[in-house]
Nanobody, 116 residues
Framework: QVQLVESGGRLVQGGESLRLSCVAS????????MGWFRQAPGKEREFVAA????????YYADSVTGRFTISRDNTKNTMYLQMNSLKPEDTARYYC?????????WGSGTLVTVSS
């Protein structure tokens, strides 16, 4: 059974940095693109970043380009999101996601709160 577990979210001040982790289990993930999404209170879930199976291709939302970096360590079945220069508008629950054989798998999320 595929499971994704996020961690690393907490309360930080604007301008600070934070690194989120997503640990995957249940199968080998190095063939699959994985991504980060976020959902702020009262808003729809939105795409943040994605990374190809071997990590050589990355994609970012315009709102985080230049501030966030996605990476993965396939030896640990873990994906990361390094978030720098955090802003109050980055406050959200952050989710990791992967799609395997047309099935989407989500973690339960980790909460990031950025104070001004």
């Amino acid at each position: 059974q595929v499971q994704l577990v996020e961690s690393g979210g907490r309360l930080v001040q604007g301008g600070e940095s934070l690194r989120l982790s997503c640990v995957a289990s249940g199968r080998t993930f190095n063939m699959y693109t994985m991504g980060w999404f976020r959902q702020a209170p009262g808003k729809e879930r939105e795409f943040v970043a994605a990374i190809s199976g071997n990590g050589d291709i990355t994609y970012y939302a315009d709102s985080v380009t230049g501030r966030f970096t996605i990476s993965r360590d396939n030896t640990k079945n873990t994906m990361y999101l390094q978030m720098n220069s955090l802003k109050p508008e980055d406050t959200a629950r952050y989710y990791c996601k992967t799609v395997i054989v047309n099935l989407a798998y989500w973690g339960s999320g980790t909460l990031v709160t950025v104070s001004s």
